[in-house]
T-cell receptor
Framework: GAVVSQHPSWVICKSGTSVKIECRSL??????MFWYRQFPKQSLMLMAT?????????EQGVEKDKFLINHASLTLSTLTVTSAHPEDSSFYIC??????????????FGPGTRLTVL | AQSVTQLDSQVPVFEEAPVELRCNYS??????LFWYVQYPNQGLQLLLK??????LVKGINGFEAEFNKSQTSFHLRKPSVHISDTAEYFC???????????FGTGTSLTVIP
């Protein structure tokens, strides 16, 4: 099946710094990628939809200036948490949509990135 | 819009016993249905999915689920669980274009030796 990778798998940073998380589709071209956030013992919440070559679409309540998304190529999307604070500590998961399946395309999820802001 | 309800937040079950994790959904359009498993500090792993065709779907690790359109349910079952099945299980629904996924709140399955 399709593979999606994330880097780094975990990161610890100081409050006020910015952190970039990469999401790559390894064996298919993803025109659309999604970023989710998961708090401990909770479900995944969609943050934004990232389309290659265009601006990301953010869900209501997600600060686009704080969570910068760049989908520069068909295999790479990045999420930058700017001026991170402890409340941004969370598990961030990306997914990529494989359009090659026709009407039955679906999303493939990355392994997640654990962000801890001290 | 779609939504997913997982009625049981925690399910303890003894090893080798059967288990059913419940999932109900609501949608005004045709949907795809999924079950994912998440082990501690890991990402999501697809267990199985229903796209069309047979309503009984078999997945990995001996799991299966049945799509019931009239009851808008997609319950996950396994006839005999193992210790290694202890994990968080998420039911999800998407539209037929694979766009936005809606996840349930998850069910924590604990297998007791």
């Amino acid at each position: 099946g399709a593979v999606v990778s994330q880097h780094p798998s975990w990161v610890i940073c100081k409050s006020g710094t910015s952190v970039k998380i990469e999401c790559r589709s390894l064996d298919f071209q993803a025109t659309t990628m999604f970023w989710y956030r998961q708090f401990p013992k909770q479900s995944l919440m969609l943050m934004a939809t990232s389309n290659e070559g265009s601006k990301a679409t953010y869900e209501q309540g997600v600060e686009k200036d704080k969570f910068l998304i760049n989908h520069a190529s068909l295999t790479l999307s990045t999420l930058t948490v700017t001026s991170a604070h402890p409340e941004d500590s969370s598990f961030y998961i990306c997914s990529a949509r494989d359009p090659s399946g026709g009407t039955t395309d679906t999303q493939y999820f990355g392994p997640g990135t654990r962000l801890t802001v001290l | 819009a779609q939504s997913v309800t997982q009625l049981d937040s925690q399910v303890p079950v003894f090893e080798e016993a059967p288990v059913e994790l419940r999932c109900n959904y609501s949608s005004s359009v045709s949907v795809y249905l999924f079950w994912y498993v998440q082990y501690p500090n890991q990402g999501l792993q697809l267990l199985l999915k229903y796209l069309s065709g047979s309503t009984l779907v078999k997945g990995i690790n001996g799991f299966e689920a049945e799509f019931n359109k009239s009851q808008t349910s997609f319950h996950l079952r396994k006839p005999s669980v193992h210790i290694s099945d202890t994990a968080e299980y998420f039911c999800a629904v998407s539209d037929r274009f694979g766009n936005q996924f809606y996840f349930g709140t998850g069910t924590s399955l604990t297998v007791i030796p």
